[in-house]
């Protein structure tokens, strides 16, 4: 006899379409976009990298002038006797008080304009620039030493005033001076901190104690 038919109640599944394998390296190259082209065509044409930074815009004013060779605690090698420093703090507070150069941006009057420079103020930028300073710590340091040039050394007013003059000429592009590049060349690392005035010498009365030290009172 014949077998007798299955019957199923699940329908039948359709079979799986079937896919053709894809030829090798058939892949379509990724391709940059009409901008992207254009802005490597145009730095390549000026050997410019495409990914090079933009430049940072200039500070409005010299009191927040960067300076590479600060460190990020604020400390700077100090490349100016404390002379220098005295003779540049005396000309901002005295004769070249009301050059334009010279004014205080950080103080305006009510018609916006620049204020003179005076003790306080001087001493208030210093303190913002990361000094500790005070008008009394102004005046001991401008007043006369008998070992001018680093005589006032250890006043906490010396490398915050000389930071304040290196962003100023650095903000205003002079270049350095004579003495300057010298003490450069001499001092690679800067100036000590260290008041020749308050040095211990053993020496006879006769003998003078600038005999003992070299130009920066060393």
Same mark, same amino acid.
């Given at each position: 006899m014949p077998k007798a038919a299955r019957h199923s109640s699940l329908p039948r599944a359709e079979p799986y379409p079937a896919t053709k394998p894809s030829p090798p390296n058939s892949a379509k190259k990724r391709t940059p976009s009409n901008k992207r082209a254009l802005t490597e065509k145009s730095a390549s044409e000026n050997n410019v990298p495409v990914n090079s930074p933009a430049k940072s815009e200039k500070p409005t004013s010299f009191l927040?002038?960067?300076?590479?060779?600060?460190?990020?605690?604020?400390?700077? *090698?100090? !490349?100016?006797?404390?002379?220098?420093?005295?003779? $540049?703090?005396?000309?901002?507070? =005295? %004769?070249?008080?009301?050059?334009?150069?010279?004014?205080?941006?950080?103080?305006?009057?009510?018609?916006?304009?620049?204020?003179?420079?005076?003790?306080?103020?001087?001493?208030?930028?210093?303190?913002?620039?990361?000094?500790?300073?005070?008008?009394?710590?102004?005046?001991?340091?401008?007043?006369?030493?008998?070992?001018?040039?680093?005589?006032?050394?250890?006043? *906490?007013? !010396?490398?915050?005033?000389?930071?304040?003059?290196? $962003?100023?000429?650095?903000?205003? =592009? %002079?270049?350095?001076?004579?003495?300057?590049?010298?003490?450069?060349?001499?001092?690679?690392?800067?100036?000590?901190?260290?008041?020749?005035?308050?040095?211990?010498?053993?020496?006879?009365?006769?003998?003078?104690?600038?005999?003992?030290?070299?130009?920066?009172?060393?």
């Amino acid at each position: 006899m014949p077998k007798a038919a299955r019957h199923s109640s699940l329908p039948r599944a359709e079979p799986y379409p079937a896919t053709k394998p894809s030829p090798p390296n058939s892949a379509k190259k990724r391709t940059p976009s009409n901008k992207r082209a254009l802005t490597e065509k145009s730095a390549s044409e000026n050997n410019v990298p495409v990914n090079s930074p933009a430049k940072s815009e200039k500070p409005t004013s010299f009191l927040t002038q960067p300076l590479e060779d600060e460190d990020e605690d604020g400390h700077l *090698p100090i !490349y100016d006797t404390c002379s220098t420093v005295r003779q $540049k703090i005396n000309a901002l507070l =005295g %004769k070249d008080n009301t050059k334009e150069e010279n004014l205080n941006p950080a103080e305006v009057t009510k018609d916006g304009k620049k204020k003179p420079f005076t003790k306080a103020s001087f001493v208030r930028v210093l303190n913002d620039m990361g000094g500790e300073c005070s008008g009394r710590s102004l005046d001991t340091f401008l007043k006369p030493k008998k070992i001018k040039t680093m005589g006032g050394a250890e006043s *906490p007013v !010396y490398p915050a005033a000389y930071k304040f003059f290196e $962003k100023k000429r650095v903000f205003e =592009g %002079k270049k350095k001076n004579v003495a300057r590049l010298k003490v450069e060349e001499n001092r690679p690392h800067g100036l000590p901190l260290r008041d020749p005035n308050k040095m211990y010498i053993l020496r006879l009365p006769e003998e003078d104690p600038r005999d003992f030290m070299d130009e920066y009172g060393q």
